[in-house]
């Protein structure tokens, strides 16, 4: 794997492969020191053109506890503000000595740019491009649904809110469906993207309806600028419609899980208390988040990933070692 | 007295086809056309056709403003090696050509160019959609055509009170064009909305917005008695709303882009901006909707919307890109390759056709006939080529059609008798 760009690039049987290498990552993380030498003389830099916290931090402890080197461009005090072209800064960084870039930007497709304009030379790894695919996300997240419940096949999860500007539901669609889960889109017809043709899903504007099927409850963050694009009436509105509230959450099946991207709106898309609920499993996200995009670098960067990756037995040499 | 004569070609043009020898006197016009004609010069025109030179309503020629996209020279040299020799620039040039002013200067920089350029101008001041621009002073000019293409006139009473003014300048047979978008409806968006926005998570803009604007100049045509011609019209319903109008008698025509019947908005999966364009590129439907309206005559005339952009313009995101792509070299070639259409529809579309709504019909599209100025382009409609940018006349890169093989080549281009065009080689 040169890049990881897309869920939808990706086949089940590389999903699994991830799944599999982050349980190694997993146990690497409950270590006491939980560092490993993996892609120590690896060099990461992070290109973030939109503000993220928890993707860039959990990124920065993945490559931190992978022993690579790591450096921040932060494009609100570079050259970028100076009239930089997106192409100039990539080619930049990558005369510098890079092994790859992490890119987010509020542009869908600018991975695929980079990747075309660095001639694959560097890997590229989307964290999130847009409203189009946000892969790490759906990585972790259908890791954490495989970890509770052993596996997707035969699920029902239900993504609520906001698709129609959802990175993160592109690529969740893709991955759960791909891992054989059935997937149910709920939202307002004014959230949903303008075409669904060729999605594998089924779509309903009823919340209530859909809550005691469901496997798993994934709620996405409801945005305050959506009411001047006059999509929802109102935040009150649509919480009393569409939001996971502690009355609501009854509904759901006792075994059914509550998930979250982050960062959570209480109060609107979910409630304080369905939030701290045991069934709600969003810290253990964010957890797996780390694991996951450890699992991610090292197939991009580590040495002998490829075998890795074609064996069923996942065992990482480089981890036997622990950095003192 | 030098005369030139172009030899063994078949001539097709609005009257007919026939296999004769073209003879052009030194004053630039056709001296004669029949069998086993001679000259003091000869240009073989043995296994090709000689048509009426190619006219295009609707070329982006950047000057002035952005020179280092396209100036009219560049591009009239572009259009002659395409077989025009009549291309009409567009107004949103920066600034934008909507006083006489800037009429005159875009016609200044045409007279020496190898191709005859001409000049629309712009319905509202700076093409901002607030105040009618002064039309008659840029009739007087000779300007034909006004739009405020790149964005269509939102402002419904501006819009009628534009084409009633129109109807009253001397007499001339004054066309407004129009760019159709609804801004509130597209606003924002940067590809055909449906499947691929969806999927790619590119905001979209619906087929719609194109058709609001389209439904309401039909109506504001039959309100108003004026001329409409509608630009680059890219959707099935689009199409077929001018097919009733016309039917129904209304004086309105309209073209379509090579761009529109030969790529769809599946192309955009690529994410390269090369393939960004406004109107966007739509469905498959679509494709096929402008295919038979330019077969069946709903659609009047194919145009280029010749858009150059420099490389670093479109060395941007998506969305960041602007929307536009080259045509004037390609445009003969993908319509001899793409369209299933007999070579004299397909030239009575790119010639005489275009030159009639223009209002140039005196001088370009005219048939070959002793006396009329020798506006010709000798093409080899079996002769294959490769698009290679790199290669083109235009200032700018962004053909969408690289590496492409096409069929049918220009091999000469004759504006007013002077070979401009010899063998596909442009002479200055």
């Known amino acids: ?324 | 007295m030098a005369t030139i004569v172009l030899k063994g070609g078949r001539v097709i043009d609005s009257t007919g086809e026939r296999t004769a020898d073209v003879v052009i006197a030194d004053d630039g016009r056709i001296a004669a056309v029949g069998p086993d004609l001679s000259g003091d010069r000869i240009l073989d025109a043995g296994g090709c056709v000689v048509s009426p030179g190619l006219v295009d309503l609707h070329s982006h020629l950047r000057q002035p403003g952005q020179e280092e996209a396209e100036t009219v020279e560049t591009g009239a040299r572009g259009a002659a090696l395409g077989g025009y020799t009549c291309i009409l620039a567009m107004p949103n040039t920066i600034p934008a050509i909507d006083h006489a002013g800037l009429v005159r200067e875009v016609l200044e920089l045409g007279r020496t160019a190898p191709c005859d350029v001409r000049t629309s101008g712009a319905i509202t001041v700076g093409r901002a959609g607030e105040q009618l621009a002064p039309l008659g002073e840029m009739a007087e000019l000779g300007v034909r055509f006004f739009t405020d293409d790149g964005a269509g006139v939102a402002d419904t009473r501006l819009m009628r009170r534009a084409m009633e003014y129109a109807g009253g300048l001397a007499g001339q047979s004054v066309v407004l064009a129009q760019h159709c978008e609804d801004p509130a409806l597209a606003g924002g968006g940067h590809m055909h909305e449906g499947e691929w926005s969806s999927r790619l998570g590119i905001p979209g803009q619906p087929a719609e917005a194109e058709e609001l604007m389209v439904m309401r100049d039909l109506a504001l045509a039959r309100l108003t008695g004026t001329r409409v011609h509608f630009q680059h019209l890219s959707t099935a319903g689009s199409i077929a709303m001018v097919r009733a109008a016309k039917a129904s008698g209304l004086a309105v025509t309209c073209e379509a882009t090579t761009h529109h019947f030969t790529l769809t908005h599946a192309e955009c999966a690529s994410y390269d901006p090369v393939f960004k364009v406004n109107p966007p590129l739509r469905t498959d439907v679509d494709v096929a909707a402008v295919r038979a309206g330019l077969a069946d005559g709903a659609i009047d005339c194919i145009a280029t919307d010749h858009a150059p952009h420099t490389q670093e313009a479109k060395e941007a995101a998506f969305d960041q890109a602007p929307p536009g792509m080259l045509g004037l070299q390609t445009a003969l070639a993908l319509a001899i390759t793409e369209l299933e259409l007999p070579l004299a529809e397909v030239l009575a579309l790119l010639s005489w056709q275009p030159a009639r709504i223009l209002g140039v019909d005196d001088e370009h599209g005219i048939p070959i006939a002793k006396g009329n100025p020798a506006n010709l382009t000798v093409i080899d409609p079996a002769a294959t080529w490769v698009v290679d940018p790199a290669a083109m006349a235009s200032r700018s890169r962004n053909t969408p059609y690289a590496g492409r093989t096409l069929t049918g080549q220009v091999r000469h281009t004759l504006l007013f008798g002077e070979p401009v065009v010899i063998d596909g080689q442009a002479q200055r």
């Open chain 1, 1 to 324: 794997m040169k890049h990881l760009l897309s869920i939808a690039e990706l086949t089940r049987a590389d999903i699994e492969q991830v799944h599999k290498l982050t349980d190694s990552f997993a146990e690497v993380s409950r270590r006491s020191i939980p560092k490993v030498p993996a892609l120590r003389g690896k060099n990461v830099v992070w290109l973030f053109y939109e503000d993220s916290t928890r993707t860039r931090l959990s990124f920065e402890q993945a490559a931190k506890r992978l022993s690579a080197d790591t450096m921040t461009f932060s494009v609100g005090s570079s050259s970028v503000k100076k009239g930089e072209s997106l192409r100039d800064t990539v080619l930049t960084i990558e005369a510098m000595g890079v092994d790859a870039i992490v890119v987010r930007h509020a542009s869908a497709g600018v991975p695929w740019q980079i990747a075309t304009w660095l001639d694959d030379r560097v890997s590229v790894v989307n964290a999130g491009d847009g409203w189009h695919e946000h892969p790490t996300q759906a990585l972790l997240d259908s890791y954490t649904i495989r970890e509770e419940r052993g596996s997707l096949d035969g699920m029902h999860i239900g993504i609520v809110g906001d698709i129609k500007h959802s990175r993160v539901a592109r690529s969740d669609v893709l991955a759960y469906t791909m891992l054989g889960a059935q997937v149910t889109l709920i939202a307002p017809p004014t959230l949903l993207p303008p075409s669904l043709e060729g999605w594998p899903v089924q779509v309903s504007h009823d919340l209530d309806a859909v809550l005691p099927t469901l496997d798993v409850a994934y709620l996405l963050r409801m945005q305050q600028e959506r009411m001047t694009e006059y999509l929802v009436p109102s935040l009150r509105e649509y919480t009393a419609r569409y939001g996971l509230t502690l009355r609501r959450v009854d509904a759901l099946r006792d075994d059914a899980l509550v998930m979250h991207p982050g960062p959570m709106n209480r109060g609107v898309e979910i409630s304080a208390e369905v939030a701290d609920l045991p069934r709600s499993v969003i810290i253990d996200q964010v957890r797996n988040g780390v694991a996951t995009r450890m699992a991610v670098l090292y197939l991009l960067l580590g040495q002998g990933a490829d075998r890795v990756l074609d064996s069923d037995d996942i065992t990482v040499p480089e981890l036997q070692e622990v950095v003192g």
